[in-house]
């Protein structure tokens, strides 16, 4: 009898692992994400894009990409909206997911800016000047080559910090790479690197501030923070709140599913 009742707790055990697992679900564009479970970074355009463009979608928001990507992963989500670039790096790391392409969102890139507090020409004149300055003598260039690279090895440059008493605050949300992201005990990024820029432009001392995406444009407002560089891009509503730099990098919306 006891054997009998263990084989039936065991098949039901095995009837129970099948099915927590993630059912087929076919997604090959944006036509295919209506009445989905959608994962999206809160704060975020993807977010925007998916709450006003998708019909009877079931929405999840979540701190970061990756984040929802382990939803992803664990059947809890049919897919994920997220910038490209960041998107690559979770799919590079998890081989189970996969990238949808869709000609709506190429067709719609996005750009990226830095923010500055409405009315604050300083910091962004700093800004603007730096952006101008390294796209003009080659220092761009080689920023995207190093976080990047054609074979997928990223090499954090190295910048002198400004030996200076005073302080400029940059917000960032370190969970967005290569823009912004930890390794080891340090945040580091394409964003990051440029904010050194900028504060040497400015003659100041770099900080970098991590927190939420959707706590960036207030902590500039109350004044916690100096200037955003977050891979935020550009978009009327925000620039109600915040005054943007000159576009400094354009991506696009991508999908991610299970393979």
Known sequence: MKKIVAALMIAGLCVGALAA???????????????????????????????ENVAKVKLSSFKSGMDAAMDLKNGALDAVVLDEL???EIVK????????????????????????????????????KT?????????????VAAYMPADGK?????????????????????????????????????DISMGKEIAKTAGLK????DMAFDSLIPALQAGTIDFIAAGMSVTEERKKNVDFSEPYFASEQVIIVRK
């Open 131 to 143: 952006i101008v300055a390294m796209k003009a003598n080659g220092d761009y260039e080689k920023l």
């Open 21 to 51: 697992k993630p059912k087929k679900v076919v997604i090959n564009s944006v036509a295919d994400l209506a009445g989905k479970k959608i994962g999206v970074q809160n704060g975020t355009t993807g977010e925007s894009w998916v709450m």
């Open 154 to 190: 990223i090499v954090v440059p190295a910048i002198a910090a400004v030996a200076s008493s005073k302080v400029i605050k940059l917000g960032t949300n370190a969970a967005f790479p290569p823009f912004e992201y930890v390794e080891g005990k340090d945040i580091v990024g394409f």
């Open 93 to 128: 790391k998890n081989p189970s997911l996969k990238i949808i392409r869709d000609p709506l969102f190429t067709a719609n890139k996005e750009e990226y800016a830095i923010a500055v507090k409405k009315g604050n020409a300083e910091v962004l004149d700093a800004v603007n």
């Open 206 to 209: 770099l900080e970098v501030v």
């Open 86 to 88: 960041p998107a690559a």
